[in-house]
């Protein structure tokens, strides 16, 4: 979604707010601009497209003591230069760029208007640069301070005024907003990978914060004018870690990571001695967990199917009650919280506006809301009331692939930890404590596999639907597969129960509707066979994901993706894999933006 970028200090200030855009171009975006003020005017250059395109737009050193940059991800107005920010008042005094939404800018652009004020854009952004302007009194801070109490809505903001030299405000309410602090120099940033190049130092601001900053200096306030003191902390994230390291794309640099990110996601956590789980950030007593009665997960996309799939494993192995709902359905429909009961809220980014909003509408109702989520520092995991930080490092291939596997991780080890305060025996916890810490070794093993699946990837990039289908715990699996090719290669795919598609979906069956099969060596490998000969009785093409030597399943399939045998409850890290790589080759075949597909925004911060 949208990114900002400011920066007040001595380096050349186009490189930096460019580079700073291009670290978040990751985000998903469709147009950028940049507004860099010195004593002559603000310069203001932007454009739709590509940040080379701006880069191409962008003639010379752009000399200036401040400036602001931004990736736009329209919501209000078309993709043109005109809707990109940075936005201007009338007298070009004024410039701004806003993450978010302005839910009341009509009412506020309608009013300008009948003041006079000519507007250059389509978009909710621009009324917040003419009533800057129009309230500004000397007091830049000020001025935003007055504004954005006039806002409905959500909005990161970041201000430059020609009469105040070397000086940005910031604002934020609902959109993540982070002070970079640096050797006399600052930054602003929507998302610390802009800043990651220049410092580790960061400050998150909250909602209803104001920061005013220099090159040499900085001050947040409340709404109130009052100060608020802010504890400065260092991001955990490695440069190298945000840069593709010679892999060709993001996406498949983390699909090979995930043997260390697995690792780290556990390291710590499993205890040898008790065989069972340890979580300190959870935040509940050992009564609280013992008096557990329901878990319940909420959640948008992939961290959706990571949840489904940890539902499966709460239940057999914790026997408590899992349900797991889309977040954006959570809100809307007055969740009845119950007693003893907990939620997860899972998110890679942490920004997710539908599991943000879902959270602090359950947290209204008196839930225990723990997090599950990747970025240090990000809304969700410093509103929830605990929860575990999965450590996968950045996750810059909008489609997610070594999260969901962390995730995976994370609530495998929460699962083990309430099934032995309950029913689970040492004996069968020594075994989950095991076969989870083989689960690295065993994902290093299917990423040997990337050629074959490449080759598979090959013969059926042209195919136009896919069905993906998976039984028990490995149904969210097939889930999870499908969204991967949707994403990325467009490619229109469903993940079904193997079951479910004799009710329905079996018309679609045709030779250029090809099928893949999760078939674990588990208690349903019997069905699953029976649902894949459903299939091949009607011409339908089958790529089998099997275990190694199923010489049954591969005789039946047209082509087999062989994984090796693994602990029953494991089988969905194992089968997860070559789906990633599948989406990834086929998407390669067919020339698509890896990264950063179509229409999609890696960190979806409106509902
Ligand atoms: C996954 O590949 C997606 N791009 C998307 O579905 C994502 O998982 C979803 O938007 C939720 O994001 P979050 O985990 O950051 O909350």
């Known amino acids: 979604m949208c990114g900002i970028i400011g920066y007040c200090g001595p380096k050349p200030m186009g490189e930096v707010l460019l580079e700073g855009l291009k670290r978040m171009e990751y985000r998903g975006y469709d147009s950028a601009g940049i507004a860099v003020r010195s004593n002559a ?33 329209a919501t209000h107005g078309g993709v043109t230069d005109e809707n990109a920010h940075p936005h201007l008042d009338a007298a070009g005094k004024v410039a701004i760029v806003h993450n978010g939404i302005i839910e009341n800018y009509s009412v506020l652009r309608e009013k300008l208007a009948a003041e006079g004020v000519e507007f250059a854009s389509e ?19 000020a001025a935003v301070q007055q504004v954005v109490q006039l806002l409905k809505g959500t909005y990161g903001i970041a201000v430059t005024h020609i009469d105040e030299p070397g000086v940005l405000v910031g604002a934020r309410n609902g959109s993540p907003l982070v002070l970079g602090v640096g050797e ?12 990651l190049g220049h410092t580790k130092q960061a400050i998150y601001l909250e909602d209803g914060e104001i920061v005013t900053i220099t090159a040499d200096d900085y001050r947040t306030t409340d709404l109130q004018s009052r100060k608020v003191d802010k504890h400065i902390q260092i991001i955990n994230w490695e440069l190298e870690e945000i840069e593709k390291g010679g892999y060709r794309h993001f996406m498949e640099k983390e699909i090979f990571e995930q043997p260390e990110s697995i690792l780290r996601a ?30 319940k997960i909420i959640a948008a996309g992939t961290s959706f199917y990571a949840g489904l799939v940890a539902s499966y494993l709460i239940e057999s192995i914790a026997r408590i009650p899992c349900t797991v709902e889309l977040a954006a359905e959570v809100r809307y429909r007055n969740p009845i919280v119950e007693r003893n009961s907990i939620y997860f809220a899972i998110s890679q980014s942490g920004e997710t506006a539908d599991t943000l909003y879902a959270m602090r509408e359950l947290q209204r109702k008196g839930a225990r809301v723990l997090g599950i989520c990747n970025v240090v520092g990000a809304t969700i995991p410093r509103e929830s009331d605990g929860g575990v930080y999965i450590h996968s490092g950045p996750e810059i291939a909008v489609a997610s692939t070594k999260a969901f596997t962390s995730q995976l991780t994370a609530l495998y080890v929460f699962t083990l930890l309430i099934a032995r305060m309950r029913h689970m025996s040492y004996e069968a916890g020594m075994m989950f404590v095991q076969a989870l810490e083989e689960v690295p070794d065993q994902v290093a093993k299917v990423l040997n596999l990337a050629p074959a699946i490449a080759e598979i990837a090959h013969k059926y990039h042209e195919a136009r639907n896919f069905l993906f289908l998976g039984r028990g715990i490995n149904y969210p699996v097939a889930f999870e597969g499908a969204l991967k090719l949707k994403e990325i290669s467009y490619i229109h795919a469903e993940g079904y129960s193997a079951a479910e598609v004799k009710h329905g979906p079996i018309a679609l069956i045709s030779p250029d509707t090809p099928s893949l099969f999760l078939v674990p060596d588990d208690a349903l490998r019997e069905k699953v066979i029976s649902n894949m000969k459903e299939v091949k009785a009607r011409n339908g093409q089958v790529i089998a994901v099997c275990v190694e030597d199923d010489h049954e399943v ?23 894999i070559p789906l990633q790589l599948f989406a990834y080759y086929t998407a390669l075949e067919l020339g698509r933006d890896v990264d950063q597909p179509r229409n999609l925004a890696k960190s979806v911060t409106v509902e």
């Open 41 to 73: 005017e603000i310069t203001v250059i932007k454009r739709a497209g590509k940040i080379a395109t701006l880069r191409e737009a962008v003639q010379g050193e752009l000399e200036g003591d401040c400036g602001i940059g931004h990736t736009r991800w």
């Open 554 to 576: 591969a005789a039946l399939a047209d082509d087999v993706i062989m994984v090796p045998r693994v602990h029953e409850l494991m089988y969905p890290f194992v089968m997860t």
């Open 266 to 295: 556990m390291q710590g956590r499993l205890d040898h001695e008790y065989a069972t789980g340890h979580l300190g950030g959870l935040n509940m007593s050992k009564k609280e967990l013992l008096d557990l009665e329901r878990v």
């Open 123 to 141: 978009t909710d952004s621009e009324v917040i640069a003419h009533l800057i302007a129009k309230l500004y009194d000397g007091n830049l801070a």
């Open 184 to 195: 006399q120099e600052m930054f602003l940033a929507s998302d610390v990978t802009a800043i």
